[in-house]
């Protein structure tokens, strides 16, 4: 194989996950969302590690991304301790929800303009299978024998 | 700017452009354009990479890097956080069978069994506990949609172009100076190389190296021999901060059972 | 049985173990058994102190009989050193001034790792000086005497705390506090080194300020611990001066000789008296040392601090301030007469300052209402005494101070303990006005106060009697001897004065005792149901020192043991064959006790007349003397005085310094302050708490940077 | 390249065939053995189709899966389209892809001289982490299906079956580690045959680790005691309530695959996998030689399929003769009794790895063997003696004393 072109294509890939991590982690809103956006991230500096491992034909690059699954786990268990205890006290996982340790005379964000939330579908029953005869309701009934 | 220029900028514009379009917004959404406008971008970003080995190898490495970004995107942009999560799941999938495909056994389950299996399933956990239905506003909103895209799709850009300046030297532009490209040229690779401060490429590994030592047979025993021995301090450090984050994480969520507790003691006080 | 080296190393070690034990488990274990520790460590090292003393006694005899030619003609007398660890090495720590750069140009060139000993070139070694601060004890037969005065008189007060103290909610912390005072004043009177000795006199003076501010809650406790503390600074800034001068000197702060330089009160400087700095530096280093010791023993312009501490606990009045700390500055001046008897003008301050301070503390004592006080101002009095016996120059003098010391603190503390057991059945209430006619409900306190009285009035059998005699028939011995010298006069006013102020003495500590246990029986209403005799616990203290205050003074005095055992001291030996006087004349002074014991007699039943019933005359005096009267009540005006002149000002300066420090220095920090404050102003508004909003900045900087980074 | 490539095409279509009819099979006999067990007949009607051959009712798994694959393929409307579709596949497609790595046979060696090994996946050599991974991914099917439903029942299902199966991993694989830190492999076939070599199972050499395997794997399997995220009587069926069609099919016979995966493993980590003793030793049929006949290759397949049948057999013997356990002491046996007694096995095994050589010179091997029965044994006390009873159903208070005023 060309290690080369091997090594270069890893790297592209590292380099987009972190990229759209950075999006994720940007954009989003949810606490969790954007937690799985940083482990994204992660994951990308994995991808490169492993490849440059290779490609310098050392361990080091497989110790290390080891290392940061061992740390990912760590983080995820205190984020998710802290999610938690977050989501307890304000009731909703929206990351703006803290902002309090901003400056006194800067003014909250806040969002003005929520978006409607989805309609609940209906309630739909469930369809009797095609095959069968309809029922007929009562009116129906009357009026055919009128 | 040369052709291989424009690609990159075309990529980036098209790739932040699909990344807005994609990212939930108060009302108009344009997922179709924006999946086109993604595939098109990554497919630019795909035309400057050279691809390895056989036919075999090139599908199998292309199916792998596509279902993992493509799942990756799916992660970021999708409303309800269960399928977010989901999504994730698939990119850690893709990722680790990106890790085999580099013959890197151990990792590629480990990353399956420690991301996948524990900490997404952790978070789906929550999710489920929290929203169930995936309606609240703020998973349909996103902060500062454009600016975050662009943020992210120009990192993006960036780091490919200098990639491609770093493994594709023959490709990388000629000097600034108009004047200079002739002698630019004559200098060829190496003299390109010095001027855009690049570092020169070990040799790639052959193929016997590779199996004598990164690739051998008996590979969780060669790593495990790197681990603990050259890397045994760190191993200790890691399972130190294991036992910390355990007893950290514990005595958080028992710190907040406790005030849960008070609370309703002492009447909401 | 023991090593003597054991024996010195235990007897400080012991209290300090209690005292490490009952603070570490005394609030949580212990509790009301905190004095367990306390007592078995002070028994122990009462103990093991009576066995040194026993011990020294027998190795002086022996060396005295050995080597008798020899130590007749250097008149050495009986030591032993044992450094536990060496706590401070400085090196060459001064090279002297004048050799500074052929010193440096020498050690620069030199290959001598360090640790190597101090070249022997007598041309350097004078300048070359070491400073090295052992840990190191001694034992002679002052240091016994003293160590078995401390720790006897502690075991008795310790005892006599558990019942005192006993529902105190601070139990634990009382017996830590003593334990620790008990080790510091065991190390401050075996300390061979002037540092160490330095050293333990602060950590007195901290237990003394722990014990004082005991009751911390109380206010008038605190600022006596408070005052106590700062007084003391005083004296001991003078002291810490004096070590410096005498490090300057001597070049070491050793008691005794050492292989790198000899002793400050060495064999081989004892030997050679005129190897001693004379002059004004040892004026200086007298003066210096002695102000110390007027802060520690509260001497007259320092011992304001005394009465104040009264408030502590009245054990441990007992044991502190009467009997055992406030003899520190006694044992230091004892401890240094080779440097005083070089001094002549030193040692007649030091006589000055104990006569003022008796006369003072004895017309004071005459007109207070509290019964605490009293006795405190009689302290005072008797402390002045031992220094009037001390600055008398004599040999006999010298010893006859040492053994008023040594009574002093058996009557004395009796009669703290006495106070505090009525003190106890009172409730706390200590104003003799308030109560009367107690000795019918107090029988033991009663009778054993009446034999402490009888001693601090020296009456004849009784202890104090025969050391308050010596002192009074050393100064008499004194103006003999001086006929026709220049301060004949001081010493002749001397001797009056001291023979006054004995009487003075019966008659306060009588007028106490018939206050309180005779007249119309008076009962405060605090006392309440516990208007009784005291526990056994605190009654046999009580009278284990009234037997002691009968006949240690006669016992110790017969044949002139004390003198004797205390002449084997190497600083007082070397001082008998230096002194202008022999030893051994004392006791030919029968015109002199029989003059005191009248005296004392006279004050007693002037008392008597006055006290024992309602006279008009005590009123009338009141009346017709009146600023007399008040000047004593108010103790001389010597409080308002220190405060007009060192309070008032200092208070002004630290209200300048304040005002100084808001209004100047302050605005200053302000307006410096306020820069960063207005660059802050203006990009606060990028703290915005948005989280989205901080990582959006730290991916443009990453981008910055990668750009930079790839141009 | 191609021809190994169809040669792991062919072990997966074989294994995947044998997999599902041996799964539908088993229904049938987990009929059978419930019947025996409760003392009546089970099915025993359906033979071959149009004739009135009975075969014991053999016909049985046929008429289900007919009768599972041409019902209406019902979808209630309140579900998550996507992922209620999703769960079953998802959760089929991870068991059966635990197969890729456990061999299920030792080689076989066609016309004279070519093995071939008898692993989808012969090479992997981490494969005991491979099943590890893909039984952790088996907790999306669940976790997915229940809240596709989006039913509280099946919601409380999946979650419940989350956390057993997290809980459960953690013994399961300090069970597993105890023999890896033995033998020193993470591939199965390395671990059958270490314990041919010697000719102990681990069972022997390792009682407290089988002890915790088994029942951690009783509770990854999701089977009686540890059935809770079904648990009928309280739950309706658990996650796969409103299930029904091909996709509940699926969710049925993953649950038995999951069930062949442990016994696969039980077999070949303790139970000597295709090793029987003078059964499968080439050296006791006087063959010379690293190569091994055919017909060896064939017997060493039955011994291991007889093995695993049986331990089935305890699967479903153990079903019908066991009642549930309650949710807290199913959680409180994994981290209080479980988990220890894994780090216990964990440890007693890496001193007997450690101090092999000085151990057997001073005892011999079965020495060693009687010192891990008694460490076993002590350990085993302890836990009894340490651990509170969790079978105490007496009312509590489930408050922790946290301000200590009780």
């Not at chain 1, 294509?9 to 987009?16: E, I, N, R």
């Not at chain 3, 090279?95 to 052929?102: D, I, L, V």
């Not at chain 4, 982490?129 to 039913?151: E, K, Q």
């Not at chain 4, 050589?357 to 302890?382: A, K, N, Q, S, Y």
Request: hydrophobic fraction near 55%.
């Amino acid at each position: 194989m060309d290690e080369l072109a091997l090594l270069h294509g890893y790297q592209t890939v590292g380099a987009m996950l972190v990229g759209i991590g950075i999006v994720g982690f940007l954009a989003r809103r949810n606490m969790i969302v954007m937690f799985l956006s940083l482990e994204m991230m992660l994951q990308g500096i994995s991808v490169t590690l492993v490849s440059w491992s290779r490609f310098h034909n050392d361990w080091g690059g497989q110790v290390l991304t080891v290392f940061i699954i061992t740390v990912a786990a760590c983080e995820a268990a205190i984020a998710l301790a802290l999610v938690l205890m977050l989501f307890r006290r304000a009731g909703g996982l929206d990351v703006l929800f803290w902002q309090q340790l901003r400056e006194s005379n800067v003014e909250p964000f806040i969002e003005h303009e929520l978006p409607e939330p989805p309609a609940e579908p209906a309630d739909r029953w469930p369809h009797l299978p095609p095959a069968g005869i309809e029922p007929q309701t009562e009116e129906e009934w009357h009026r055919s024998h009128v | 700017m040369n052709a291989m220029q424009w690609t990159f900028v075309v990529a980036t514009i098209s790739g932040a452009l699909a990344l807005w379009m994609l990212l939930p917004r108060k009302r108009f959404r344009g997922r179709r354009l924006g999946s086109l406008l993604g595939l098109v971008s990554l497919g630019l970003f795909a035309s400057q990479v050279p691809l390895p080995g056989g036919p075999a190898e090139r599908t199998v490495f292309i199916v792998l890097a596509g279902v993992t970004l493509a799942a990756a995107v799916c992660t970021v942009t999708f409303r309800s956080p269960v399928y977010c999560a989901v999504w994730f799941g698939l990119t850690l999938l893709g990722v680790s069978g990106l890790f085999l495909f580099q013959g890197a056994q151990f990792l590629s389950v480990a990353t399956v069994t420690v991301y996948a299996g524990a900490i997404v399933v952790m978070f789906l956990f929550v999710l489920m506990l929290s929203d169930p239905r995936g309606r609240t506003y703020y998973d349909r909103l996103s902060w500062e949609a454009m600016l975050s895209a662009s943020a992210g799709a120009v990192m993006i850009g960036v780091l490919s172009m200098t990639l491609h300046r770093v493994f594709v030297p023959e490709a990388a532009p000629p000097a600034a100076d108009a004047n200079n490209v002739a002698v630019a040229d004559a200098s060829g690779a190496s003299a390109n190389a010095e001027a855009t401060n690049v570092p020169a490429l070990p040799e790639p590994p052959t193929s016997e190296s590779l199996q004598a030592n990164i690739l051998a047979p008996e590979h969780v025993a060669r790593l495990g021999g790197a681990l603990f021995s050259r890397y045994l301090v760190t191993v200790e450090a890691a399972g130190v901060l294991l036992l910390v984050a355990l007893v950290g994480a514990t005595s958080i969520m028992a710190h907040a059972r406790f005030e849960q507790l008070r609370r309703s003691r002492h009447g909401n006080g | 049985m023991f090593k003597i080296e054991t024996l010195m190393v235990l007897i400080p070690g012991l209290p300090l173990l209690s005292a490490i034990i009952t603070a570490a488990l005394g609030k949580w274990l212990l509790r009301s058994r905190s004095h367990w520790p306390a007592v078995l460590a002070v028994g122990g090292a009462c103990l093991l102190s009576v066995l040194l003393l026993f011990q020294v006694r027998r190795e002086a005899a022996a060396l005295h009989e050995a080597g008798d030619a020899q130590a007749a003609a250097h008149a050495v007398g009986y030591e032993k050193t044992y450094t536990v660890w060496t706590w401070a090495v400085v090196s060459r720590a001064l090279p002297a001034r004048a050799t500074f750069g052929q010193q440096a140009s020498e050690t620069s060139h030199s290959a001598d790792p360090p640790g190597t000993t101090v070249p022997e070139d007598s041309s350097t070694s004078a300048d070359a000086r070491s400073l090295e601060i052992g840990i190191t004890l001694r034992a002679d037969p002052l240091t016994a005497v003293m160590l078995v005065t401390v720790t006897l008189i502690s075991l008795l007060v310790v005892i006599y705390s558990i019942g005192y103290m006993h529902d105190d909610v601070g139990y634990w912390r009382f017996f830590t506090y003593v334990s620790l005072f008990v080790f510091s004043m065991t190390m401050l009177v075996s300390a061979s080194n002037f540092a160490l000795l330095y050293v333990f006199w602060e950590a007195v003076g901290l237990c003394s300020y722990l014990l004082i501010g005991f009751w911390f809650t109380r206010p008038a406790a605190a600022a006596a611990g408070m005052k106590a503390f700062l007084v003391n600074r005083v004296g001991d800034f003078g002291f810490a001066l004096g070590l410096f001068l005498l490090w300057t000197t001597y070049g070491t702060l050793n008691f005794h000789d050492t292989a790198a330089a000899p002793g400050i009160l060495g064999q081989t400087l004892l030997a050679d008296p005129s190897q001693y700095a004379g002059g004004w530096v040892a004026t200086a280093i007298c003066l210096l040392l002695l102000l110390g010791a007027c802060g520690k023993s509260a001497q007259f312009p320092l011992h304001v601090w005394l009465p104040d501490a009264m408030e502590g606990p009245t054990p441990v009045s007992a044991l502190i301030h009467a009997a055992t700390m406030v003899t520190a500055g006694v044992y230091m001046v004892t401890r240094c007469t080779p440097l005083y008897l070089v001094s002549a003008d030193a040692q007649q301050v030091v006589l000055l300052v104990g006569m003022i301070t008796a006369l003072l503390a004895a017309a004071i004592a005459l007109t207070q209402t509290d019964l605490k006080r009293v006795l405190a101002y009689s302290t005072i009095s008797q402390l002045g005494y031992m220094f009037i016996g001390l600055g008398v120059g004599t040999l006999p003098g010298i010893v006859a101070g040492m053994f008023h010391l040594f009574t002093h603190a058996f009557f004395k503390a009796l009669l703290f303990l006495g106070a505090g057991s009525v003190m106890h059945a009172m409730g706390g209430v200590i104003d003799m006005r308030r109560f009367g006619g107690l000795r019918r409900r107090m029988p033991v306190t009663h009778w054993t106060f009446l034999i402490g009285a009888l001693a601090l009035a020296a009456v004849a059998p009784f202890a104090g009697f025969w050391s308050k005699d010596a002192i009074v028939a050393a100064i008499s011995q004194r103006v003999q001897d001086d006929h026709h010298g220049a301060s004949v006069a001081l010493y002749q006013w001397v001797f009056w004065g001291s023979l006054f102020t004995a009487g003075l003495t019966a008659f306060y500590t009588f007028r106490a005792f018939f206050l309180t246990f005779y007249g119309e029986e008076q009962i405060p209403e605090e006392a309440g149901h516990h208007a009784h005799e005291s526990p056994p616990v605190m009654t046999w203290p009580l009278i284990v020192l009234a037997a002691a205050s009968v006949f240690v003074g006669w016992c110790f005095q017969r044949g002139q043991r004390f003198d004797h055992f205390l002449m084997q001291t190497p600083s007082l030996a070397f001082s008998s064959a230096q002194a202008t006087l022999p030893a051994g004349e004392h006791g030919g002074h029968g015109n002199v006790a029989v003059v005191s014991t009248l005296v004392a007699l006279i004050g007693i039943g002037l008392a008597a007349y006055l006290y024992l019933g309602d006279r008009w005359e005590v009123a009338w005096i009141a009346r017709r003397l009146r600023w007399l009267y008040t000047i004593s009540y108010r103790r001389f005006f010597i409080d308002p005085i220190y405060m007009a002149l060192f309070v008032w000002p200092l208070r002004g300066l630290a209200a300048f310094s304040y005002w100084l420090d808001r209004q100047c220095i302050d605005r200053l920090v302000d307006w410096v302050g306020r820069v960063p404050l207005a660059i802050g102003a203006s990009v606060r508004a990028l703290q915005s708490g948005l989280l989205p909003f901080y990582a959006m900045a730290m991916v443009f900087g990453l981008l910055v940077l990668i750009g930079i980074l790839v141009r | 390249m191609l021809e190994l490539a169809a040669i792991a095409l062919v072990k997966v279509v074989i294994l995947s065939f044998g997999l599902l009819t041996a799964a539908a099979y088993l229904v049938l006999l987990e009929r059978r053995v419930a019947a025996w067990v409760q003392d009546r007949r089970g099915p025993n009607r359906v033979g071959i189709p149009l004739t009135s051959i009975r075969l014991f009712g053999l016909g049985q798994p046929l008429a289900d899966g007919l009768k599972f694959i041409f019902k209406e393929e019902f979808t209630p409307s309140h579900v998550d389209r996507w992922m209620y579709t999703l769960a079953p596949i998802s959760i089929l497609a991870t068991a059966l892809a635990v197969f890729a790595v456990i061999p299920f046979g030792d080689v076989l060696t066609l016309g004279g001289e070519r093995t071939i090994e008898l692993v989808v996946a012969p090479g992997f050599d981490a494969g005991a982490i491979y099943v590890f991974a893909l039984s952790s991914l088996a907790v999306y099917g669940v976790i997915l299906g229940g809240w596709a439903s989006n039913n509280k029942y099946s919601l409380l299902g999946g979650l419940r079956s989350s956390a057993q199966l997290i809980a459960y991993e953690l013994p399961l694989s300090l069970g597993l580690l105890g023999v890896v830190v033995v033998t020193g492999t993470l591939r199965l076939d390395e671990v059958i045959r270490t314990q041919a070599n010697e000719g102990i199972w681990f069972a022997f050499a390792q009682p407290l680790g089988l002890i915790v395997f088994v029942i951690a794997s009783f509770a990854e399997a999701a089977r009686l005691p540890f059935d809770l995220p079904e648990a009928e009587q309280e739950l309706v069926g658990g996650y796969h309530t409103e299930y029904s069609g091909i996709r509940l099919l699926m969710y049925l016979v993953a649950e038995f695959m999951h069930m062949i995966t442990a016994s696969f493993l039980i077999v070949i980590l303790f139970l000597g996998g295709w090793h029987f003793w003078g059964l499968t030793d080439a050296a006791a049929w006087g063959i010379e030689g690293e190569a091994v006949p055919l017909w060896l290759g064939v017997v060493r397949i039955v011994v291991l399929m007889a093995k695993v049948f049986v331990v089935i057999l305890f699967f479903m013997l153990t079903r019908w003769t066991w009642p549930r356990f309650r949710f807290d002491q199913l959680m409180n046996l994994a981290w209080k009794v479980m988990l220890p007694l894994g780090i216990a096995n964990v440890v007693m095994m890496a001193v007997v790895a450690e101090f092999e050589v000085p151990l057997t010179d001073r005892l011999g091997r079965g020495g060693v063997i009687g010192l891990t029965w008694v460490g076993t044994l002590l350990t085993l006390i302890v836990a009894a003696l340490l651990v509170p009873l969790h079978s105490d159903n007496r009312r509590r208070s489930i408050e922790p004393d946290l301000f200590g005023t009780s």
